[in-house]
């Protein structure tokens, strides 16, 4: 029997090591006991080593999949990587077997390790201490699911680089001094003083909070009970609750006197800066939607895919969700449809690589048949949840035109999806003005069941395609 003690710092880096070199030395899983952190000695196993020699390879689905599971609580995710690790060595493809239990388990860990990193990023709030140098020190308390301080420490560094801060956990605790970040043990809730940004937190959610629209379900599925004895704004909810029918009877009273077109425009733009994931560039959109669980479909989605392609694209493309190979890579329309499109975007004269290729839903939505996994569309709520992150892509990259290819990609971008037939090749607008040209999905051309009608929705895709180089050509700066 090996015992391997793994540290409560570089957990992630320690496993690593120790998993390469037991599979190195040919070390099946239940020779292993894996103890981690102030954990008491296992009793029967023998004594703590080190990693064992040797070094083995995993896939890089793998790799990916245990740097996350590493930061579970469950204690037996170490032995459970391992297991895995040992089985994929006569069977490559285990990572894609959906119906595998191991495999299965590992999924959900990772997922609730992004959903707790994602919780930790909304809802943890600074306060200000007592500085002791010439910059402003902060103080924030947490208590997570998981053991992700130590892995998320590197957004708050970037974040909120311009200060110091400690965050204590009762598990671990970073401070955050000149740039560098060091880790300690954790401790027990520190008496933070109450402060100026308390009251700031407090003001703002009272103004964003609108009682016409009040789901107290969906508030608390987003922003759950266990969080808000943490969170300065929430001493607010139940008056804004208990007050919520009588202020959306006054707003109905007071009902806004602006022309309809420009209320729309005037709140589509508030919404695209207040109500928006606090990012600042397309890596930390990209973290932070790993732990997205505004809608159901996270649940069985592999993982999230967002849109990628340069942060300058002048062109953004829109398609509807990640198809079946989309899920597995990682990544939008490298299936079929994707290959579709390139294809007919190359004759066209679109350069995929210049655009900023994404989808309207970020999550794929199936149902299972056998070993197959059949497409769903998204519904309503599903897309409007979701616009949230295309709203993000949006005011990150600032496109100056959008493609939307498809009825989804339109409702989520002007609002209507029905008629997509008969506005194809049309230019219409965001709410906050954006020109959007409509077009048909690329999967649709992979549908049509007869020849004359594929021929016709090739013409008019490669028409569109057409009509969107010419478009960006003609407003070239
Ligand atoms: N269909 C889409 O709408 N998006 C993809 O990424 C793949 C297929």
Known sequence: MRTVALPKEGTAAAWRDAARGLLGAGTPPEDVVWQYGDAA???F???????AAGAARAPRSFVALSETVCWHADLERFARLYALLWRLRGRPGLMQDRGDPGLARLREMEKAVRRDRHKMTAFLRFREIEATGARRRFAAWFEPDHHILEPIAPFFMRRFGDMDWVIVTPDLTATFTDGDVS?????????????ATEELWATYFRNIFNPARLKVKAMQAEMPKKYWKN???AAAIPELIA???ARARDMQAAAPTLAPARAARISERLRMTEDLPPVDDLDALRREAEGCDRCPLHRDATQVVVGEGPRDAPLMVVGEQPGDQEDLAGRPFVGPAGQLFDRFAEEAGLDRSRAFVTNAVKHFKFVPRGKRRIHQKPDAGEVQACRWW??????LVRPDLILAMGATAAASLTGRGQGIMKRRGTFEETGDGTPVLLTLHPSYLLRVPNEAARAAAERDF???LSAAAAWLEEHAA
Do not use: H, K, N, T
């Open 41 to 43: 000695p296992d009793l």
């Open 45 to 51: 196993a023998g004594p703590p080593e080190g990693p």
């Open 183 to 195: 880790f300690s043990d954790g401790g027990s809730r520190p008496p933070l003083p109450e402060d």
């Open 231 to 233: 969170l300065p704004e």
């Open 243 to 245: 007050g919520a029918q």
């Open 390 to 395: 295309l709203d993000a892509e949006r005011r």
């Open 462 to 464: 490669r028409a569109d």
